[in-house]
């Protein structure tokens, strides 16, 4: 059997190193053949010792010296966008709106692009999706609740006619059931105690101000070409249930397994096929319980300025993400309180200025701007 050539951009990460923890179950049917962090070089040698890729790529100049003599005969480079040539999937594990090169470039030369990075097809949903129509380009996604929906929609013959609704879950985050009276104060550390996943900082801080999900709607708007008004939010504390489809004769299909990434990277590496390792296989003389409740969106806010923004449309996504990315770091950094997030977001959407993209560097552009306004924002506070 001839094997898939695997490149994993941003193989550092949760997304990343659980990437090659499915390759290594795999490892007859998946060769990694190009890896890339940004500076995070001594992780990268080690995966690199491990999995001999023709190529490595760092986007931190500062440590390619050090990458480069620690791996003779290994191909090193500074350009993210190299990792497509050296492969027939690409995994695009990179945190935020930095991951629009990779995203672009996997498309636009026709490979299959396995999506973790929901920040680039949020902020360039209206150049991206042209470029999906490259002959051979295919976008496979990971996000959890976004592969749940793949499999769902499966099971249609005629998605336009026969999808009503697509739901998708959420777990709460760690806030969950809390009011805004008593979210006052919340520290770094509580907001980054995911109940149910292990995952980076920023996605991490996304779910407990529920910006992850409002992100994940326009995801899946962008994706499966669903209105807004047919996607619903329902939390879903457990996190077994990633997403169901309702369709147009009542029926509900939905995905379960366990809370494990390496299923929904597994399947966007195998699809059509699946692997032969059951990541997320579910006991069921263990589970108890699925419960499900309406989210609060007086408290969360940031799922409704999201479902505000992707109804905008044009740079309207790519504002909010932009906007998200800032707030998210000064919270990070311990510039901001937790309750500002939603409203560094929202001030700086009501400054949007309305532009439509049709390439790119527009896209590129409308990230600036915002990133400027949202400083502005943020130096109000
Ligand atoms: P992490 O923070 O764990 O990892 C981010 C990766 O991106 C690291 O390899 C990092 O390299 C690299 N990176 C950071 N900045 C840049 C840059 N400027 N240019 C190139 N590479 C960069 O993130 P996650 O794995 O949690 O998330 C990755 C993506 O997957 C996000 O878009 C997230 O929303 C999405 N996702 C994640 C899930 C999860 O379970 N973690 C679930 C669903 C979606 P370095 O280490 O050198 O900084
Ligand atoms: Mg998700």
């Known amino acids: 059997m001839t094997q898939v050539r695997v490149a994993v951009g941003g193989s550092s990460g949760s997304i990343g190193t659980q990437t090659l923890d499915v390759v290594r179950a795999e490892s007859e049917q998946f060769r990694v053949t190009a890896l890339s962090v940004h500076s995070s070089s001594d992780v990268l040698i080690e995966q690199a010792k491990e999995f001999r890729p023709d190529l490595v790529v760092v986007t931190n100049p500062a440590e390619i010296d050090r990458v480069a003599s620690a791996l003779p005969g290994v191909t090193v480079s500074s350009n993210i966008t190299d990792l497509v040539e050296a492969a027939d999937v690409v995994v695009n594990a990179v945190v935020g709106f930095a991951g629009l090169p990779l995203t672009e ?11 973790a990075n929901k920040e680039s097809l949020i902020a360039a949903g209206p150049v991206v999706q042209p470029l999906r129509k490259t002959p051979g380009a295919e ?33 709460g985050g760690p806030f969950r059931g809390r009011t805004r009276a008593n979210l006052a104060g919340v520290s770094i550390a509580d907001a980054l105690a995911h109940p149910t996943w292990s995952m980076g900082p920023k996605i991490t801080i996304d779910s407990s101000t529920l910006m992850n999900k409002g992100l994940e709607v326009i995801e899946a708007h962008e994706l499966f ?28 299909i939905a995905q379960l397994s366990m809370p494990d990434m390496r299923l929904p990277i597994g399947y966007a590496l195998g699809f059509p096929t699946r692997i032969r390792t059951a990541f997320g296989a579910i006991n069921w003389q263990e589970l108890s319980r699925l419960d499900f409740a309406p989210p609060d969106t007086e408290t969360f806010r940031c799922l409704s300025i999201a479902y505000e923004a992707g109804r905008m449309g044009g740079t309207a996504p790519a504002w909010i993400s932009a906007a998200n990315e800032v707030a998210v770091e000064a919270f990070l950094n311990g510039q901001i309180e937790w309750l ?13 200025d309305g532009s439509i993209p049709s390439q790119v560097a527009d896209i590129v552009e409308a990230d600036r701007k915002a990133r400027a306004e949202a400083g502005t924002v943020l130096r109000s506070k």
């Open 340 to 352: 500002q997030i939603a409203d560094v977001i929202e001030a700086t959407l009501e400054r949007h």
């Open 225 to 252: 070409n669903v209105d807004y008004d047919n996607i619903e939010v329902v939390v879903h504390p457990q996190s077994i249930v990633h997403s169901m489809v309702e369709f147009s004769d009542g029926s509900t």
């Open 105 to 115: 470039a996997t498309l636009r030369a026709g490979k299959r692009l396995a999506l």
């Open 139 to 171: 976008l496979v996604p990971v996000d959890s609740e976004h592969c749940a929906l793949h499999q769902c929609l499966r099971s249609s013959t005629n998605v336009d006619r026969e999808v009503g609704r697509l739901v998708l879950t959420a777990s």
